[in-house]
């Protein structure tokens, strides 16, 4: 069992910066690959980012591409989501997201399904 509590959500103008944390605790931790999703307001669920579970590899959603970087702390158990150069569109709340246990995958997952264990989410709001 992966239980994930987020943190590092607020408001920030455009163009500022924000560092989202997701602490998770049990032993698959680093096992195991995360995600961030995020869920913008009036839409649906979508994909932001993910990384491998050593860390060495990684994913993102094209229109996050060269603004934020996902990094991992296996030793705190802990996954990092540094988010520069926000604009409005970024608004929403983020969820972290932990892959099941099982044999190690090829490819990292990006789709919500693939991920057995979730936050609760914080919010992200984005002003113009």
């Known amino acids: 069992q992966v239980q994930l509590v987020e943190s590092g959500g607020g408001l920030v103008q455009a163009g500022g910066s924000l560092r989202l944390s997701c602490a998770a605790s049990g032993r698959t931790f680093s096992t195991v690959a995360m995600g961030w999703f995020r869920r913008p307001p009036g839409k649906e669920r979508e994909f932001v980012a993910a990384?491998?579970?050593?860390?060495?590899?990684?994913r993102y959603a094209d229109s996050v591409k060269g603004r934020f970087t996902l990094s991992r702390d296996n030793a705190n158990g802990t996954v990092y989501l540094q988010m520069n150069s926000l604009k409005p569109e970024d608004t929403g709340v983020y969820l972290c997201?932990?892959?099941?246990?099982?044999?190690?995958?090829?490819?990292?997952?990006?789709?919500?399904?693939?991920?057995?264990?979730w936050g609760q989410g914080t919010q992200v709001t984005v002003s113009s």
């Open positions: 997201a932990a892959d099941r246990p099982g044999p190690p995958r090829f490819t990292i997952p990006i789709h919500a399904n693939d991920y057995g264990y």
């Open positions: 990384i491998n579970w050593s860390g060495d590899s990684t």
